[in-house]
Protein backbone atom coordinates (compact mmCIF):
# COMPACT_ATOMS: atom_id res chain seq x y z
CA UNK A 1 0.00 0.00 0.00
CA UNK A 2 1.39 3.13 -1.26
CA UNK A 3 1.09 5.72 1.20
CA UNK A 4 0.28 10.19 0.60
CA UNK A 5 3.55 11.81 -1.57
CA UNK A 6 3.94 15.20 -1.99
CA UNK A 7 5.98 16.88 -4.60
CA UNK A 8 8.46 19.54 -4.62
CA UNK A 9 10.06 18.63 -0.86
CA UNK A 10 11.23 21.73 -0.83
CA UNK A 11 10.26 25.08 -3.09
CA UNK A 12 11.44 28.45 -2.94
CA UNK A 13 9.78 31.45 -4.70
CA UNK A 14 9.75 35.30 -4.82
CA UNK A 15 6.87 37.33 -3.87
CA UNK A 16 4.58 37.81 -6.40
CA UNK A 17 4.74 34.30 -7.86
CA UNK A 18 2.58 31.47 -8.35
CA UNK A 19 2.84 28.13 -6.90
CA UNK A 20 1.63 24.52 -7.58
CA UNK A 21 2.00 21.47 -5.38
CA UNK A 22 1.29 17.99 -5.69
CA UNK A 23 -0.20 15.09 -3.85
CA UNK A 24 -0.83 11.88 -4.36
CA UNK A 25 -3.06 10.43 -2.28
CA UNK A 26 -3.08 6.87 -0.67
CA UNK A 27 -4.24 4.11 -2.32
CA UNK A 28 -8.02 3.28 -1.81
CA UNK A 29 -9.00 7.15 -0.05
CA UNK A 30 -10.98 9.31 -2.46
CA UNK A 31 -10.71 12.56 -0.26
CA UNK A 32 -7.64 14.72 -0.19
CA UNK A 33 -7.49 17.74 2.50
CA UNK A 34 -4.51 20.48 2.16
CA UNK A 35 -3.25 22.47 5.76
CA UNK A 36 -0.49 24.68 5.77
CA UNK A 37 1.42 24.61 8.91
CA UNK A 38 3.46 28.12 9.88
CA UNK A 39 6.71 27.29 12.22
CA UNK A 40 5.99 26.34 15.80
CA UNK A 41 2.49 25.82 14.67
CA UNK A 42 -0.66 23.61 14.40
CA UNK A 43 -1.83 22.38 10.86
CA UNK A 44 -4.19 25.01 10.05
CA UNK A 45 -7.02 23.78 7.10
CA UNK A 46 -6.95 25.14 3.53
CA UNK A 47 -9.50 22.92 1.55
CA UNK A 48 -10.84 19.40 1.04
CA UNK A 49 -11.85 17.24 -2.01
CA UNK A 50 -14.02 14.59 -2.01
CA UNK A 51 -14.71 13.25 -5.88
CA UNK A 52 -13.01 15.91 -7.64
CA UNK A 53 -15.16 18.37 -5.83
CA UNK A 54 -14.41 21.36 -2.80
CA UNK A 55 -15.76 20.10 -0.04
CA UNK A 56 -15.11 22.30 2.50
CA UNK A 57 -12.80 25.01 2.88
CA UNK A 58 -11.01 27.20 5.86
CA UNK A 59 -9.76 30.67 6.39
CA UNK A 60 -7.77 31.33 3.31
CA UNK A 61 -8.37 33.60 0.55
CA UNK A 62 -9.37 33.07 -3.09
CA UNK A 63 -5.76 32.70 -4.31
CA UNK A 64 -5.87 29.47 -2.56
CA UNK A 65 -7.13 26.58 -5.31
CA UNK A 66 -6.92 23.63 -5.49
CA UNK A 67 -7.65 20.49 -7.82
CA UNK A 68 -8.83 16.98 -7.69
CA UNK A 69 -8.18 14.52 -10.68
CA UNK A 70 -10.12 11.47 -11.25
CA UNK A 71 -7.23 9.32 -9.87
CA UNK A 72 -7.77 11.53 -6.44
CA UNK A 73 -4.55 13.08 -6.66
CA UNK A 74 -4.64 16.86 -6.11
CA UNK A 75 -3.21 19.88 -6.96
CA UNK A 76 -2.21 23.50 -4.44
CA UNK A 77 -2.02 26.19 -6.41
CA UNK A 78 -1.43 29.57 -4.77
CA UNK A 79 -1.51 32.75 -7.01
CA UNK A 80 0.35 36.08 -6.01
CA UNK A 81 2.59 34.98 -3.22
CA UNK A 82 3.05 36.88 -0.30
CA UNK A 83 6.32 36.40 2.61
CA UNK A 84 3.20 34.88 5.10
CA UNK A 85 2.61 31.64 2.86
CA UNK A 86 6.06 30.59 3.57
CA UNK A 87 5.28 27.57 5.49
CA UNK A 88 4.85 23.80 5.34
CA UNK A 89 2.53 22.78 3.40
CA UNK A 90 0.67 18.87 4.14
CA UNK A 91 -1.83 16.86 2.70
CA UNK A 92 -3.74 14.79 3.76
CA UNK A 93 -5.81 11.45 2.58
CA UNK A 94 -8.68 9.74 4.00
CA UNK A 95 -11.50 7.40 3.15
CA UNK A 96 -15.44 8.70 2.97
CA UNK A 97 -16.53 7.28 5.88
CA UNK A 98 -13.68 7.91 8.20
CA UNK A 99 -13.17 11.67 7.63
CA UNK A 100 -11.53 12.05 11.14
CA UNK A 101 -8.45 9.66 10.13
CA UNK A 102 -6.42 11.09 7.57
CA UNK A 103 -3.20 10.08 6.11
CA UNK A 104 -0.68 12.68 5.99
CA UNK A 105 2.33 13.13 3.67
CA UNK A 106 5.78 14.48 4.73
CA UNK A 107 4.82 17.86 3.35
CA UNK A 108 6.20 20.49 0.92
CA UNK A 109 8.59 23.54 2.63
CA UNK A 110 7.75 26.77 0.53
CA UNK A 111 9.88 29.75 1.34
CA UNK A 112 8.47 33.04 -0.12
CA UNK A 113 11.53 35.79 -0.37
CA UNK B 1 -16.73 25.19 16.84
CA UNK B 2 -15.25 22.88 19.97
CA UNK B 3 -12.29 24.22 20.41
CA UNK B 4 -9.35 22.27 22.56
CA UNK B 5 -7.14 22.68 25.42
CA UNK B 6 -3.95 20.82 26.03
CA UNK B 7 -0.74 21.38 28.32
CA UNK B 8 1.68 23.35 25.98
CA UNK B 9 4.79 20.71 27.43
CA UNK B 10 5.34 17.19 29.33
CA UNK B 11 8.38 15.76 30.46
CA UNK B 12 8.61 12.09 31.05
CA UNK B 13 11.82 9.59 31.49
CA UNK B 14 12.12 6.23 29.48
CA UNK B 15 9.60 3.76 30.62
CA UNK B 16 7.32 6.00 32.54
CA UNK B 17 3.11 5.96 31.43
CA UNK B 18 2.06 9.32 29.87
CA UNK B 19 -1.29 10.67 30.04
CA UNK B 20 -2.12 13.97 28.01
CA UNK B 21 -5.36 15.60 28.90
CA UNK B 22 -7.55 17.78 26.21
CA UNK B 23 -10.18 19.42 27.37
CA UNK B 24 -13.12 20.19 25.16
CA UNK B 25 -15.60 21.69 26.73
CA UNK B 26 -17.97 22.88 23.63
CA UNK B 27 -17.74 19.56 21.78
CA UNK B 28 -21.59 18.47 19.57
CA UNK B 29 -22.79 15.41 19.79
CA UNK B 30 -21.65 14.31 16.44
CA UNK B 31 -18.14 14.95 16.82
CA UNK B 32 -15.29 12.68 17.40
CA UNK B 33 -11.98 12.70 19.07
CA UNK B 34 -9.19 12.35 17.35
CA UNK B 35 -5.06 12.56 18.65
CA UNK B 36 -2.33 12.80 16.34
CA UNK B 37 1.33 12.21 16.54
CA UNK B 38 4.08 14.82 14.52
CA UNK B 39 7.96 14.43 14.71
CA UNK B 40 10.10 17.52 13.44
CA UNK B 41 9.69 18.39 9.28
CA UNK B 42 7.09 15.63 9.34
CA UNK B 43 3.65 15.34 8.59
CA UNK B 44 1.06 14.55 11.67
CA UNK B 45 0.32 10.43 12.01
CA UNK B 46 -3.12 9.42 13.18
CA UNK B 47 -2.96 7.86 16.56
CA UNK B 48 -6.52 6.62 18.00
CA UNK B 49 -9.76 8.20 17.59
CA UNK B 50 -12.63 7.87 20.18
CA UNK B 51 -16.23 8.76 20.69
CA UNK B 52 -16.64 7.89 24.65
CA UNK B 53 -15.45 4.90 27.34
CA UNK B 54 -12.09 3.79 26.38
CA UNK B 55 -10.66 2.85 23.23
CA UNK B 56 -7.50 0.86 22.79
CA UNK B 57 -4.90 0.15 20.41
CA UNK B 58 -1.59 -1.20 19.79
CA UNK B 59 -0.60 2.22 20.37
CA UNK B 60 -2.01 3.98 23.19
CA UNK B 61 -5.53 4.20 25.21
CA UNK B 62 -8.07 6.42 24.75
CA UNK B 63 -10.13 7.61 27.36
CA UNK B 64 -13.17 9.63 27.61
CA UNK B 65 -15.53 10.48 30.33
CA UNK B 66 -19.59 10.23 30.21
CA UNK B 67 -19.62 13.88 29.57
CA UNK B 68 -17.27 14.06 26.55
CA UNK B 69 -16.17 17.53 27.83
CA UNK B 70 -12.29 16.17 28.37
CA UNK B 71 -10.20 13.31 27.41
CA UNK B 72 -6.98 11.59 27.95
CA UNK B 73 -4.56 10.37 25.88
CA UNK B 74 -2.47 7.71 27.65
CA UNK B 75 1.13 6.52 26.00
CA UNK B 76 2.40 3.22 27.94
CA UNK B 77 6.37 2.97 29.06
CA UNK B 78 7.45 5.97 26.35
CA UNK B 79 10.74 5.95 24.65
CA UNK B 80 12.70 8.03 23.95
CA UNK B 81 11.31 7.96 20.15
CA UNK B 82 7.92 9.02 21.49
CA UNK B 83 9.27 12.74 21.60
CA UNK B 84 7.13 14.55 19.57
CA UNK B 85 3.69 17.06 19.46
CA UNK B 86 0.83 15.70 20.32
CA UNK B 87 -2.46 17.48 18.98
CA UNK B 88 -6.16 16.16 20.26
CA UNK B 89 -8.48 17.78 17.79
CA UNK B 90 -12.19 17.22 18.06
CA UNK B 91 -13.69 16.30 14.54
CA UNK B 92 -15.89 18.93 12.71
CA UNK B 93 -18.50 17.92 10.13
CA UNK B 94 -20.45 14.62 9.33
CA UNK B 95 -19.84 12.22 6.10
CA UNK B 96 -17.22 13.00 3.83
CA UNK B 97 -16.34 16.90 5.32
CA UNK B 98 -13.81 16.85 7.74
CA UNK B 99 -12.22 20.06 9.07
CA UNK B 100 -9.39 19.11 11.24
CA UNK B 101 -8.49 21.83 13.65
CA UNK B 102 -5.43 21.69 15.15
CA UNK B 103 -4.48 23.68 18.18
CA UNK B 104 -0.64 24.47 19.08
CA UNK B 105 -0.42 20.84 20.81
CA UNK B 106 1.89 19.56 23.85
CA UNK B 107 5.16 19.18 23.11
CA UNK B 108 6.44 15.56 25.09
CA UNK B 109 10.14 15.26 25.63
CA UNK B 110 11.15 11.81 26.80
CA UNK B 111 14.69 11.25 27.72
CA UNK B 112 16.82 8.32 29.68
Known amino acids: ETGVTQSPTHLIKTRGQQVTLRCSSQSGHNTVSWYQQALGQGPQFIFQ???????GRGNFPPRFSGLQFPNYSSELNVNALELDDSALYLC????????????FGPGTRLTVT | LAKTTQPISMDSYEGQEVNITCSHN???????ITWYQQFPSQGPRFIIQ???TKVTNEVASLFIPADRKSSTLSLPRVSLSDTAVYYC?????????????FGTGTRLQVTL
Open chain 1, 92 to 103: ASSQSGLPYEQY
Open chain 1, 49 to 55: YYREEEN
Open chain 2, 89 to 101: LVGEGTGTASKLT
Open chain 2, 50 to 52: GYK
Open chain 2, 26 to 32: NIATNDY
